[in-house]
C-alpha cells in the first residue's frame, strides 16, 4: 500500500507480474516505489520537452528522497517522436550513459514516450527492464499497461515494435492537472471504452460522473483510472499476446486508426477522438448487421459528445480528403487483419463486445458510403 493509502492494480502474469499504483501526488513518493525494483539508486529517465517543464522538478523531489540519481534524455513532444530516427538517438544515448540490462529504464510521459522508451528497453543489451510513469489520462488507462510498445512508420502507426511488460507502472492523478482539457477529453475516450466493452455498470456510472471527473474531482479520476486498469489488467493477464480476447481493447480502433491516418496523425484528430468516432462507428455498423439494438451507440454517442468528444463522422474537421475506398485501404492496413478479411470488435450493447472475424469488406464499404453521403447532405 502507498502513503496515501490505496493498493495496487497486480497485473499476473508469472514472472513478468507487476503493480500499477494509482493514486494523487504519487511523484513525490516515486522513490519509494521504484526502490524495492532497483539493483544500484541510479537510473535513466527518459521524458518529453513538455513533461519536463510541467512535471520533472516533482519526479526529482521524489526520487531524491530515496537518494536515487538520475540522469534524464529529453525528447521532442509529439506523434512524430515515435520513428526509427528518435529509436535510434535513444539507444544510442542509453548505451552512452551507461545502461545495464539490470537497470531500470524510466518513460516519463504519455503514450510517444511510454511507447518509445519500452520498444528501446525491448532491444537495448537484448532487453531492460523499465518503469512506467505515465503523465496523461490515455497513457494511464492504457498505454502503459500490458507491455505493447513500438513505433510508427510510413505504411502506418505501430507497425513495428515489441511485447515487453513494464516492471512497474506508477500512474499519478495529480499530473493530469497540467494536461489540455482537449487531451483529457481524448483520454476519457478510452476510460468510456472499457464500459462499452464489457462493463455497463461503469459505463452507467461514468454517465453520472464523467462531468465532474473531467472538471478535475481527483476523487472520481482515482477511481476511473483504477477501475480502466483493473479491466485492462485482467485482460492482458488472460491474453497477453493478443491471441483472443485482448482485441476486444481494440473496439473503435480499426474505424479510428483509419480515420487518423487520413488526418496524417495530425493534431486535428487525436488518438482518443478517433477512438471515440471508431466506437459509434462500430456499434452503429453492428446494429446495421442486426447484433444489438441502434439503441446502444445512440446512447454512447449521447456521452462522449457530453464529455466534448466527437462520436460520428459528421464531427470531423472539415479539411479531410476521405472517402469510402481511402477509410477501407487503412482499415485493412490493422493488425487484426487475417488472410486478407477484417476482423472488427462489434457490439450486442453497451458493455457486451464482443470480436467478429471475416467480417465482408464490401458491406463496412457500403456501410461507410452510406455515412459520408449523410455527411454531405
Ligand atoms: N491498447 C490496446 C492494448 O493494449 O491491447
Known amino acids: 500500500m502507498t502513503e496515501n493509502g490505496h493498493d495496487p492494480v497486480r497485473v499476473s502474469l508469472g514472472e513478468r507480474s507487476y503493480d500499477i499504483h494509482v493514486g494523487a501526488r504519487l511523484l513525490e513518493q516515486a522513490g519509494a516505489l521504484l526502490s524495492p525494483a532497483l539493483h544500484r539508486s541510479r537510473i535513466v529517465v527518459v521524458t518529453d520537452e513538455n513533461v519536463a517543464d510541467a512535471q520533472l522538478d516533482r519526479l526529482a523531489a521524489g526520487l531524491a528522497r530515496s537518494d536515487i540519481e538520475f540522469r534524464e534524455v529529453v525528447l521532442p513532444a509529439g506523434e512524430t517522436t515515435k520513428s526509427f530516427a528518435q529509436l535510434e538517438r535513444l539507444v544510442s544515448d542509453l548505451i552512452d550513459l551507461g545502461v545495464e540490462r539490470s ?21 537495448v543489451r537484448r532487453g531492460c527492464r523499465y518503469a512506467q510513469i505515465p503523465t496523461t489520462l490515455l497513457s494511464q488507462v492504457d498505454s502503459s499497461v500490458g507491455g505493447k510498445t513500438a513505433i510508427n512508420v510510413a505504411q502506418g502507426k505501430n507497425l513495428v515494435g515489441a ?7 506508477i ?9 489540455s482539457p482537449r487531451q483529457l477529453r481524448a483520454g476519457y475516450a478510452e476510460v468510456v471504452k472499457y464500459g462499452a466493452i464489457a462493463d455497463a455498470a461503469f459505463f452507467a456510472w461514468l454517465e453520472n460522473n464523467g462531468a465532474a471527473l473531467l472538471g478535475g474531482d481527483e476523487a472520481l479520476r482515482r477511481i476511473a483510472v483504477k477501475r480502466s486498469c483493473e479491466a485492462k489488467a485482467a485482460i492482458v493477464a488472460a491474453d497477453e499476446r493478443e491471441s483472443g480476447e485482448r482485441a476486444l481493447l ?8 483509419a480515420l487518423e491516418a487520413i488526418y496524417g496523425y495530425s493534431d486535428a484528430l487525436l488518438h482518443g477522438e478517433a477512438v471515440a468516432i471508431g466506437m459509434t462507428l462500430a456499434f452503429e455498423y453492428s446494429a446495421r448487421q442486426g447484433l444489438g439494438p ?15 468528444l466527437p462520436a460520428d ?16 485501404e487503412h482499415m485493412m492496413q490493422d493488425k487484426k487483419v487475417e488472410s486478407g478479411a477484417l476482423t472488427l470488435i462489434l457490439a450486442e450493447d453497451i458493455g457486451a463486445a464482443r470480436i467478429v472475424k471475416d467480417v465482408p469488406v464490401d458491406q463496412v464499404r457500403v456501410f461507410l458510403k452510406e455515412k459520408i453521403a449523410a455527411r454531405r447532405r
Request: glycine letters at 14%.
Open 103 to 123: 537497470d531500470v529504464i524510466v518513460a516519463f510521459g504519455g503514450g510517444v514516450v511510454g511507447d518509445l522508451v519500452g520498444f528501446a528497453a525491448a532491444v
Open 313 to 328: 463522422l459528421d464531427d470531423l474537421p472539415a479539411d479531410g480528403d476521405f472517402n469510402e475506398d481511402r477509410i477501407i
Open 163 to 169: 511485447f515487453h511488460q513494464p516492471t512497474i507502472v
Open 171 to 179: 500512474a499519478d492523478i495529480t499530473a493530469l492537472e497540467t494536461l
Open 294 to 308: 441502434p439503441g446502444a451507440g445512440k446512447r454512447l454517442a449521447d456521452h462522449l459528445r457530453a464529455a466534448g
Open 250 to 257: 481494440n473496439l473503435g480502433h480499426t474505424f479510428g486508426h
